[in-house]
């Protein structure tokens, strides 16, 4: 008797390549087709985004001629000949191009910006002059809002010769 033997098919390479091919296209038609069919898990959704709305500076506020409830003060400050810098004085921003000027906490560069002040806002200056990193600094505080008071670059200040007087808001 003859020995029969039976051949059984071998995975070649050529074979499992093949294979991997199909696949391939295979995964691309599926993907495609569920890009397909649902348009809207294609594009990630932007986060929520939380933003404040600043509104833009308003005209010159009218000023006080004379500070009220300043009482508290043991010495009154020597008055400030009309256009000249001083404790006292009215300045207002100027010469920053629209970009505003930072007040900081303290005389110097190195002291925290506490607030952002307008072009053409009104301060009053409340103390200086110090020299300090090249440049004159002035106390200011906003005659219509004391929580916006900080130390501001001479540079960047104009005195003011003809302050308003307020009026009656009825």
């Known amino acids: 008797m003859k020995k029969v033997t039976i051949e059984r ?3 070649s390479l050529v074979t499992c390549l093949g294979a991997l091919f199909i696949l391939g296209v295979l995964a691309f038609i599926l993907i495609a ?3 397909i069919a649902f348009p809207h ?3 990630p959704q932007a986060p929520n985004q939380e933003f404040t709305v600043i509104p833009a500076p308003s005209l ?3 000023v006080p001629s004379s500070s009220p409830g300043d009482s508290g003060q043991t010495s009154t400050p020597t008055p400030v000949p009309a256009g000249e810098m001083g404790i006292g004085a009215y300045v207002q921003i100027f010469g920053t191009g629209g970009e505003g000027l930072r007040l900081r906490s ?4 190195n002291n925290s910006p506490l607030f952002l002040g307008m072009e053409a806002e009104v301060f009053q200056i ?3 002059p110090v020299e300090t990193g090249g440049f004159t600094w002035w106390y200011v505080v906003a005659p219509y809002d004391d929580k916006r008071k900080g130390w501001a670059v001479q540079t960047y200040l104009s ?3 003809n302050v ?3 009026t009656s808001q009825n």
Do not use: E, F, Y
Request: aromatic share 0%; net charge neutral.
């Open 9 to 11: 098919p071998r995975l």
């Open 33 to 35: 087709a569920v890009q």
């Open 41 to 43: 898990l294609n594009s």
């Open 60 to 62: 010159t506020p009218d």
């Open 106 to 109: 303290g005389p110097g560069t």
């Open 126 to 128: 409340k103390d200086g």
């Open 159 to 161: 005195v003011i010769t």
């Open 164 to 166: 308003p007087t307020p």
